[in-house]
C-alpha cells in the first residue's frame, strides 16, 4: 500500500533518503530541532515563543532521523557505497527543499562533516563541524501571527562550499519548524574536487 507524501525532502542535488526511500519516507524524516544538540524541551534563543524542541536523533541515527523505516540510510559507506554528488570546494551549491506539507519555518542549517571524518562509521556529531556552514533564518515572531514563516515551494538555497574540503564528504540539511518540535533531516553525499 503506497502512503501519501508528507512534510519536505531535499530533492536536488538528490538527498540519500530521495534516492533509497519512497517519497512519503524520504519526506518524512523528523525528529528534534537544534542540532547538534541533544537535549529536549530547549527554547529557541533567536524566537522564545517557538515550539520548544524535541529529543535530536542520536548518533549513528542522524540521517535516518532515528527513524526504524529509514535506519538503512544510517549504515556508513562501506556498507552501503552511497552515491556521491560532484562538486568543487569553494563553489555554490544550490539545494533545492520540496514540501507536501508546508510547516511556519524559523531556520534551514546545512553542517559539513570534518576534514579527516570516518565514512566506515556511522554519522555522530563528532563527525560534522559543529557551527553551520550555512544558515537560513526567518525572523517573524511569534510564529502564530508571522505571515512571512511559511516557505516557498520549492525553496532553494546557495551553499557556499569551503575552500579546505576534498574527497567524499557529508552534508546534513537541517530545516527547523517554528510551529513543532520538530526538524526535518537530509543527507547529501559530495565528492569535493
Given at each position: 500500500?503506497?502512503?501519501?507524501?508528507?512534510?519536505?525532502?531535499?530533492t536536488?542535488p538528490?538527498?540519500?533518503?530521495?534516492?533509497?526511500?519512497?517519497?512519503?519516507?524520504?519526506?518524512?524524516?523528523?525528529?528534534?530541532?537544534?542540532?547538534?544538540?541533544?537535549?529536549?524541551?530547549?527554547?529557541?534563543?533567536?524566537?522564545?515563543d517557538?515550539?520548544?524542541?524535541?529529543?535530536p536523533?542520536?548518533?549513528?541515527?542522524?540521517?535516518?532521523?532515528?527513524?526504524?523505516?529509514?535506519?538503512?540510510?544510517?549504515e556508513?559507506?562501506?556498507?552501503?557505497?552511497?552515491?556521491?554528488?560532484p562538486?568543487r570546494?569553494?563553489?555554490?551549491?544550490?539545494?533545492?527543499?520540496?514540501?507536501?506539507?508546508?510547516?511556519?519555518?524559523?531556520?534551514?542549517?546545512y553542517f559539513?562533516?570534518k576534514?579527516?571524518w570516518?565514512?566506515?562509521?556511522?554519522?555522530?556529531?563528532?563527525q560534522?563541524?559543529?557551527?553551520?556552514?550555512?544558515?537560513?533564518?526567518?525572523?517573524?515572531?511569534?510564529?502564530?501571527?508571522?505571515?512571512?514563516?511559511?516557505?516557498?515551494?520549492?525553496?532553494?538555497?546557495s551553499?557556499?562550499?569551503p575552500?579546505?574540503?576534498?574527497?567524499?564528504?557529508?552534508?546534513l540539511?537541517?530545516?527547523?519548524?517554528?510551529?513543532?518540535?520538530h526538524?526535518?533531516?537530509?543527507?547529501?553525499?559530495?565528492?569535493?574536487?
Amino acid at each position: 500500500m503506497e502512503r501519501e507524501a508528507r512534510h519536505g525532502a531535499v530533492t536536488k542535488p538528490e538527498s540519500r533518503a530521495q534516492l533509497h526511500l519512497a517519497d512519503w519516507q524520504a519526506a518524512g524524516l523528523e525528529a528534534g530541532k537544534f542540532f547538534p544538540g541533544t537535549e529536549s524541551g530547549l527554547r529557541d534563543p533567536y524566537a522564545p515563543d517557538d515550539v520548544v524542541n524535541a529529543r535530536p536523533p542520536e548518533d549513528g541515527r542522524i540521517a535516518s532521523a532515528g527513524k526504524d523505516f529509514a535506519a538503512k540510510l544510517d549504515e556508513p559507506d562501506s556498507q552501503q557505497g552511497w552515491q556521491k554528488h560532484p562538486v568543487r570546494s569553494g563553489e555554490a551549491l544550490d539545494i533545492t527543499w520540496a514540501y507536501h506539507a508546508p510547516h511556519k519555518t524559523r531556520r534551514w542549517n546545512y553542517f559539513l562533516t570534518k576534514d579527516g571524518w570516518d565514512p566506515s562509521k556511522p554519522l555522530s556529531r563528532a563527525q560534522f563541524d559543529p557551527a553551520p556552514i550555512a544558515t537560513y533564518q526567518n525572523s517573524g515572531q511569534p510564529y502564530w501571527s508571522a505571515d512571512d514563516l511559511l516557505p516557498e515551494d520549492p525553496t532553494v538555497h546557495s551553499v557556499t562550499l569551503p575552500e579546505d574540503r576534498r574527497g567524499y564528504h557529508v552534508l546534513l540539511s537541517v530545516w527547523e519548524v517554528a510551529d513543532t518540535a520538530h526538524a526535518f533531516y537530509q543527507v547529501i553525499d559530495l565528492d569535493i574536487e
